[in-house]
């Protein structure tokens, strides 16, 4: 058994969870409070993985608290969420993580309105950390308090390492309905693509390592080719101190594992890719290379899973680090490197290059050799040393050759242009692609049904996209005179009139230059929504105060966009450079929701043929200019101080205290005209003065500074 592959012994357990605290109040019975699960088996760097916190024995126990307390050296900590212990729907209960920047702790707690958990055993919460080093640790719990459904605290005592209170015996639970085992998965035949990447930096000798030809091989799942803290077997060392993989090509043949060995040495920056076939019975893989200048490192993984529960094949992408096969003693200095097997005796009668075995070594993380004995920076590496992707490979099918279609070439003017499509796409057109094609900046349309013009514009998301249809005519606007080509069949949507290819053409081809620095026949204004409510109705109205022309346009309840047209096929002005256009907003009622807003249409406006703006509801100009109450207040360290704006203004607030010296002052820049409540956009106070200090507890005031307005609150810190 020593002798072959793969081993099923032992797993290598990286972080051991050393507390687990247990609790029980008054007639809620003996609770216990832990961490589930209490080991991780051999992660990597930047993997993630979750913990439950669970409760058992804990019946009418309707609130918990508790800190998690964790090695941020080690993890660190991703997110939390409520488990199934504290019942019902955000209304009914409440789950409230509480990360504390800068600690190796979170607070999770959570209460239940009304009646506490039926049967006191289930998952409190779940904690997500991610792996920032390899290396032993631990996740505690500590400060576990319990609450019954009335929100009491029960009072708890600490005893031999447990938190306990003598409580009754909890009612006996019945044991549940064995569920029956599922169907076995057979997973398919798969070839995998497979790829080791070298992270060594530097050429070889001079920071770099050179990886020997690696070993990749796909075997039964649960042997693995290597232990963490058990000695490597003599294939292993053959390959850890000399490259060799002639013995683990042996084994794997022996235990009908599928192997390939790579080609040539891998260099510092280099990828080596290789294919092999996993199924049903070799649904695993193993891989193994060599760190050349080293004693007797290597880069290896062991079991990795190639399918997932459900039989499906896997993409992989892990870093992998090197480890120490324990076979050889690590003086590291200049003179035992390489030194794989050692030079013969008439080469090296000093013997300094001669291998020196150990006895009873075993395999280790290999912490790099970076500053170790008199090895020069030259050869040093960092960990991890090498990348490992995996993906399922799927042979990309023959391209099937193209047809040969008609094509007919389309002169377009720069500006606007009144234009069909002559001929009918293999992919059919829609004002998107088309405006791609062209390279046009809208695309508009007239509906038929409504009787009013549609617009598309390029580049903005969540714009209104319609069909391209044979026969009808489009507002384009190029800001490039260009000629392009369409290509395709007769449209079969087309009026008999435009059926013939001549009639296509003369039509496609009346595409008439106009000028539009100043002016523009057909104009489109378009907006990005945002914060509309679910149920709510909106109205887009935009007015050029120079013509009085106004449009109006509902907003479309799939993405929030909306967009207004204005255009004249006699081609006359609808809008010039210079114009104002006032928009707004509207709910059903006719109330104003955000705006108006103001814009002057620029000459680059003309030239794209449209303006876009963005509304927000609740984004309506205030007709005065405020400043709120500071919240909260009192407070302890910070708060925030809200205000609104008439107009655009530089904005400053400045912090005395009682004597009128002044404290902090809080230089905001230009604000634009609008709201400033919320905590996303009030003013912010640390609580510090100017040279970083926190201030004592007290009164302060604070004044509102803007071009034209001044006013000052007052505001109280308690500690």
């Known amino acids: 058994m020593n002798n072959q592959l793969f081993k099923r012994k032992f797993l290598f357990s990286l972080m051991a969870v050393v507390m687990c605290l247990g609790f029980a109040a008054m007639s809620y019975g003996a609770a216990t409070v832990s961490v589930d699960p209490a080991t991780m088996d051999s992660p990597a760097v930047g993997e993630q993985f979750t913990v439950n916190i669970n409760i058992a024995g804990g019946k009418g126990v309707a609130g918990f608290q508790a800190t998690v307390n964790y090695d941020s050296t080690a993890i660190s900590y991703v997110s939390a969420a409520k488990g199934d212990y504290i019942p019902g729907d955000p209304a009914a209960g409440t789950f409230f993580p509480i990360l504390r920047p800068g600690d190796s702790n979170v607070v999770i707690g959570g209460t239940s309105i009304g009646a506490g958990a039926g049967d006191g055993d289930g998952t409190l919460a779940t904690v997500t950390f991610q792996v920032v080093e390899v290396k032993a640790s631990s996740i505690s719990l500590s400060d576990v308090t319990i609450s019954d459904a009335a929100a009491n605290p029960l009072e708890v005592t600490s005893a031999n390492g447990m938190v306990t209170v003598p409580a009754p015996d909890p009612e006996p639970t019945p044991d549940p309905e064995p569920m029956p085992d599922p169907e076995p998965v057979v997973p398919e035949p798969q070839v995998f693509k497979i790829t080791l990447t070298n992270l060594t930096v530097g050429e070889p000798g001079m920071g770099g390592q050179i990886f020997s030809p690696p070993i990749f091989a796909t075997h039964v799942a649960g042997v693995k080719i290597y232990e963490v803290g058990q000695p490597a077997n003599a294939a292993l060392v053959a390959l850890a101190e000399g490259g060799d993989v002639s013995g683990l090509v042996v084994l794997a043949a022996a235990a009908g594992a599928n192997s390939v060995v790579g080609e040539g040495m891998v260099l510092p920056g280099a990828s080596v890719t290789i294919m092999i076939t996993a199924d049903a019975m070799n649904s695993a893989l193993s891989l193994a290379t060599m760190l050349v200048s080293t004693n007797d490192a290597f880069i290896g993984v062991a079991d990795l899973a190639l399918y997932d529960e459900a039989g499906m094949p896997v993409t992989v992408t892990r870093e ?400």
């Open 320 to 719: 992998l680090r090197s480890y120490d096969a324990g076979s050889e003693q690590n003086t590291e200095r200049g003179t035992d490197i390489p030194g794989p097997v050692g030079l013969p005796p008439e080469e090296d009668p000093m013997g300094s290059n001669a291998r020196v075995p150990t006895e009873g070594g075993v395999i280790t993380p290999h912490p790099g050799i970076m500053g170790v004995g008199d090895v020069a920076a030259s050869f040093a590496w960092t960990e991890p040393t090498a990348m490992l992707t995996v993906e399922p490979y799927v042979p990309e099918p023959d391209p099937e050759p193209e047809p040969v279609l008609p094509t007919y070439d389309v002169k377009l003017a720069s500006g606007l242009n009144m234009i069909s499509v002559p001929l009918m796409p293999t992919e059919p057109y829609t004002a998107q692609s088309l405006a791609d094609m062209l390279g046009s900046t809208v695309v508009i349309k007239l509906d038929g049904y409504s009787q009013s013009f549609v617009g598309y514009v390029a580049g903005v998301e969540g714009g209104y996209d319609f069909a391209i249809e044979g026969g009808k005519g489009y507002i384009v606007n190029t800001p490039e005179a260009k000629m392009v080509t369409f290509s395709g069949t007769a449209w079969s949507n087309a009026p008999a009139e435009m059926e013939s290819e001549e009639a296509a053409m003369d039509e496609a081809a009346a595409a008439p230059k106009i000028n539009t620095a100043q002016s523009a026949w057909a104009f489109v204004i378009t907006s990005d929504l945002q914060g509309q409510e679910s149920g709510a109705s909106y109205t887009m109205i935009a007015k050029n105060l120079r013509t009085g022309v106004v449009t109006t346009e509902k907003v479309t309840e799939d993405n929030g966009r909306v967009t207004g047209v204005w255009a004249d096929l006699n081609r006359k002005s609808v809008i010039e450079a210079g114009d104002k256009v006032e928009i707004s907003l509207v709910d059903e009622n006719g109330t104003v929701v955000s705006g108006p807003f103001e814009h002057t249409v620029q000459t680059s406006d003309i030239n794209n043929a449209f303006l876009n703006v963005n509304m927000r509801v609740g984004d309506v100009r205030p007709k005065d200019t405020i400043l709120g109450q500071n919240f909260p207040n009192p407070f302890n360290p910070e708060t925030w101080i809200p205000y609104q704006l008439s107009r655009d203004s530089n904005v400053t607030i400045d912090i005395h205290g009682t004597s009128g010296s002044l404290v902090r002052t809080l230089d905001l820049g230009h604000k634009s005209i609008g709201a400033y409540m919320t905590s996303s956009s009030a003013a912010y106070w640390d609580g510090k003065n100017s040279a970083g200090e926190s201030v004592a507890s007290g009164i302060y005031f604070y004044t509102l500074k803007t071009d034209d307005f001044s006013t000052t609150r007052k505001m109280v810190i308690l500690k």
